[in-house]
Every structure is written in C-alpha cells, then in structure tokens.
C-alpha cells in the first residue's frame, strides 16, 4: 500500500504543479497591409491612404481587422460590444515611418503607445490620431502639429466624436480648438 500511496502523491503533486504554471499568453504579430486590403469599419482600400493605420485581434483570434486609420480602429474598439472582446491591437509609430506610407515594420501594441489628437495632418477618413512609441517624438510632432497628448485609456467615444466633429482644432491654418476635459 506503500508503494501506491507514494506513485499517488507524486501523481497529484505533478498535476498540481503543472495547474500552478501557465504559459505567457502569446499575442498574434501584426500582418502586412496588401494592396487589396479594405478598412473594417468603412470599406476603403487602406494602401491608398496617408496616415497610421491599424489592426486588431479579438477574443484571440488568429485573424487580423484592418483599418485604414487610428481613428477608425478606435470608433470600432469603443464601441462597448468590442470593448469586451478585444485581445490586442496595433497602431503604426509615426515616429519611425513615414506619414504617407507607414511601413509595416513600425507597428506597435496600441495599448503602449502615445497618441497626438488635434494636429494638422491628415489621414484617411480626415483627422487621425497620430501614434507614437516614443513620448519624446510625440511631443516632436505635437511641437510641429500642434495638438494634445493623450494615452490609449484616455480615448473615449466623447473624444473620437469630438475629433470626428472638428471640435479639438487640427486646422490647416495650426489653430487649435479648445481639449477641456483631455489634458
């Protein structure tokens, strides 16, 4: 009996062992934007418009939503049934390409990165948040766009409504509009 009790308590302490350990969540990679690619949100063929872009995973899935600007990956991460179900997503880092065709090797986790709203570039589907890895290039490119910093937990529907209305400035002539409630 021994014997059995001993094989018994190395089975259950083997089992509990491996319950305690689990393996560091593995997060899809971002995949390239093709030619023929279009917008999850408004359809668009993404390659064919200036500004960062976006991508997301949800419920980890394998599979990436597209997005042919930040602004629209954010109208669709917001919305409360999306909210829920997201896994994680990618912003290209403007710090490091260029605006007007951002590379596919400057995505970064959307969750870590810095975003301006209320400058005067454009992307997409207009005013886009410009994201960066880097709080330094986003102050760089605030310094010359104008704008305000905001972190991924700040953007809220009441901000991209703001931004999608014109109300946070980004003017062609470098006026801002005022960004209570978004310092």
């Known amino acids: 009996m021994t014997r059995f009790a001993f094989l018994f308590a190395l089975l259950v302490g083997l089992l509990l062992a ?14 390239p934007i093709e030619s023929g690619d279009s917008c999850h949100v408004c359809g668009m063929l993404i390659s064919e418009h200036p500004g960062p872009k976006g991508e997301a995973f949800l419920d980890k899935q394998g599979e ?20 829920t179900r997201l896994s994680h997503a990618y912003v290209h880092d403007v710090g490091v390409t260029s605006w007007g065709r951002p590379s596919d090797e400057a995505f970064i ?7 301006v709203v209320g400058h005067d570039r454009r992307g997409a589907m207009g005013h886009t948040l410009a994201s ?10 605030r310094e010359t766009h104008g704008g305000e910093l905001v972190s991924f937990d700040e953007i809220d529907l009441e901000l991209l409504g703001r ?15 005022e960004m209570s409630g978004h310092d």
Do not use: H, I, W
């Open 18 to 31: 491996g319950c305690g350990e689990s393996e560091p969540e593995t997060l899809a990679a971002p995949v």
């Open 64 to 83: 990436a939503l597209k997005f042919c600007s930040t602004m629209d990956l954010f109208a669709f991460l917001k919305q409360p049934e999306n909210e």
């Open 109 to 115: 986790l959307a969750s870590e990165a810095v975003y």
């Open 132 to 141: 960066f890895a880097e709080q330094a290039d986003a102050e760089a490119f």
């Open 163 to 177: 931004l999608g209305r014109g109300e946070l400035g980004g003017n062609s002539d470098g006026q801002m509009g």
